[in-house]
């Protein structure tokens, strides 16, 4: 399976530029000791004006790649964090809606419709601005917003697997439910929720930038949101300020699509032709 | 049939309002999780209250009773289209979430026409010419549109097209202070909404242009295009008539899932492009700490939402005669 996935061109670019991301994320550090807050140079110093500084600096005289190396530790710890809270909901929720049906399936459904129906951007923001703006706040909003897909897909999975004669036969022998649903369901209805998983982490990438770009990312952290917020009052001169850690996002998502898609086509074979 | 559209609809209609209930008790709930109500807003912002005048106040408003009343009370009220009252703006809620809801739903439906169109325009090209370079290139252009946020795509744009270029205006939905007749004004709004539309639709042209493209690569290969073929029709007339019409239906089902998100977009959109929609009303009030205001935007816009749901289940309907009415 893994090597289908790196196999595929898409797998294969998609792995690359994530390693790269991964890589950039590990060696922050090591680069730029002296953190993304320090003060290197002059503000508003163009990409290349001065040697050492590839990506120029911003408004407050910042140095820009190295606020992007830091924000790709945010990006990717929000991603992942809230992508496995996310999961953990969705599947418990859907499989326990599938599983046992009726009663509990029409209310655990009917909530899953409520938070389906508010848009997910704008309930983020009001949880963010509640809770206060901090990572763990972030990463919860995060989850909030994007369990329900999960909940609906794990549940379709459940429904279709509940009724297969081994589990059927399990029911028979009297093996209890949470050990049918944890051994027997769930590993056979999950493959379709891993594919989603990869999208999941790019969406929760994309709303960490949109919120910290809103003002209502964590202060005490540099994310490739805040820099871009940072360089919106003037995107009329300076304009590389956002357009920079811009294009990192979008190569991370690029990935993480790539990926999803890749690990997708390995899944299904037959629709690999598409 | 029509008993059993009616049914369904009636199925429907019931579905919504237990949605709708669990939105607006899911709103009180979130309202209390704010530090501090109503009457300490007014006292901050009055800087002059007593306790006694406090304690006064929580009664008249009824802030002191047991939370199942108050709860009882926000709901009765929230139906009534009572969504509490904004004293940063000595206004009714719902009053200023109306005032700025026609902006954000021109903004919304300009968005979705023209993904949808030029999304399946798109997918449909491509389908017809799959593995092609034309495809090929297609496809390349639509992972990119795929993977850029919204507010990435707006920022682009005006860097593009008003500083650089000079073509369009930066912000707002018209020019102030000039006197135009009502042709020159709809001119106007067209010209101030063409940034904001792109940058909110090029994500969601990329989602249908994908959906199209597999949707009509699989209706291409059914047996009754062939039989159209067979029996003489023109290429154009398979392809609108015959394959067109079906390969929509999964694009019209993700309209009605998206429509959420879209609203959500729409923050980040009127933000931006200094719209005077809700989004920006959300996000001002986010700011001024205005709960009440900031709930009523979400509120509202869950109902624009569902009736949306329930439309666009009508349309898939009429679209599709064969389709399941029974759930």
Request: hydrophobic share 55%; charged share 10%.
């Amino acid at each position: 399976m893994l090597r289908r996935v790196l196999l595929s061109p898409a797998g294969f670019v998609g792995l690359l530029l994530l390693l790269m991301i991964v890589g950039m994320a590990l060696s922050a550090g090591y680069f730029f000791p002296k953190g993304p807050w320090a003060l290197v140079a002059r503000p508003y110093m163009w990409p290349g004006q001065r040697p050492g500084l590839l990506f120029g600096t911003d408004s407050l005289g910042r140095d820009i790649l190295a606020a992007i190396f830091y924000g790709s530790r945010v990006s990717l710890i929000v991603g992942l964090v809230a992508t496995v809270c996310a999961l953990a909901v969705g599947i418990t929720v859907g499989s326990i809606a599938g599983y046992f049906g009726r009663g509990v399936d029409a209310v655990l459904m009917r909530i899953t419709d409520a938070f389906q129906t508010i848009p997910g951007f704008l309930f983020a923001i009001v949880l963010v601005s509640i809770l206060s703006p901090s990572v763990t706040n972030i990463v919860i909003a995060i989850a909030v917003v994007s369990w329900p897909p999960v909940a609906r897909l794990t549940r379709a999975e459940v429904l279709r697997v509940r009724e297969t004669e081994y589990v059927q036969s399990c029911k028979i022998i009297g093996m209890s439910t949470p050990r049918i649903i944890l051994t027997q369901v769930l590993p056979n209805s999950l493959s379709p929720v891993i594919v989603v998983a990869a999208v999941l982490v790019a969406t929760a990438i994309i709303t960490e930038a949109g919120l910290s770009f809103l003002g209502l990312g964590d202060p005490n952290v540099m994310s490739w949101g805040t820099l871009i917020n940072v360089g919106r009052p003037s995107i009329r001169s300076t304009w590389f300020i956002c357009v920079l850690p811009g294009l990192f996002v979008v190569m991370t998502v690029l990935a993480l699509n790539l990926l999803g898609d890749a690990i997708n086509d390995a899944l299904n074979p037959h629709f690999r032709k598409r | 049939m029509n008993r059993h559209l009616l049914n369904y609809l009636g199925w429907r209609l019931l579905q919504s309002l237990v949605v709708i209930t669990i939105v607006v008790i899911g709103s009180f709930m979130l309202l209390h999780l704010v530090p501090g109500d109503m009457v300490d807003v007014l006292g901050g912002q009055r800087g002059d209250m007593d306790a006694e005048l406090m304690a006064t106040l929580r009664t008249r408003y009824g802030l002191d009773q047991p939370m199942l009343v108050q709860l009882f009370n926000y709901v009765t009220g929230v139906l009534q289209g009572d969504l509490g009252y904004s004293f940063r703006n000595s206004n009714t809620v719902l009053s200023l979430v109306l005032q700025r809801l026609p902006a954000t739903i021109l903004l919304v439906v300009c968005s979705v026409a023209v993904a949808v169109f030029i999304g399946t325009l798109a997918g449909v090209f491509a389908a017809r010419h799959v593995h092609r370079p034309i495809d090929v290139i297609i496809s390349m252009v639509v992972l990119v549109f795929y993977a850029t946020p919204v507010f990435m795509t707006g920022l682009g744009l005006v860097i593009i097209f008003s500083v650089k270029l000079k073509l369009l205006p930066v912000g707002g939905l018209i020019t102030p202070g000039v006197d135009m007749t009502t042709l020159q004004l709809v001119g106007d709004v067209a010209q101030h909404l063409i940034l904001p539309v792109l940058s909110l639709s090029l994500f969601y042209i990329a989602i249908y242009a994908r959906l199209a493209r597999a949707s009509m690569l699989q209706v291409l290969n059914q047996d009754y295009i062939r039989t159209a073929y067979a029996k003489g029709l023109g290429t154009s007339h398979v392809i609108i008539g015959h394959a067109l019409r079906n390969a929509l239906l999964p694009v019209v089902t993700m309209v009605g899932l998206q429509i959420a998100e879209l609203f959500g977009g729409a923050v980040l959109t009127e933000t931006i492009f200094s719209l005077p929609g809700v989004g920006r009303l959300a996000y001002d009030s986010v700011f001024e700490r205005d709960y009440p205001l900031i709930l009523g935007v979400l509120l509202v816009c869950s109902f624009v939402i569902i009736l949306v749901n329930l439309i666009i289940d009508l349309i898939y309907t009429l679209l599709d005669p064969r389709v399941e009415v029974s759930r």
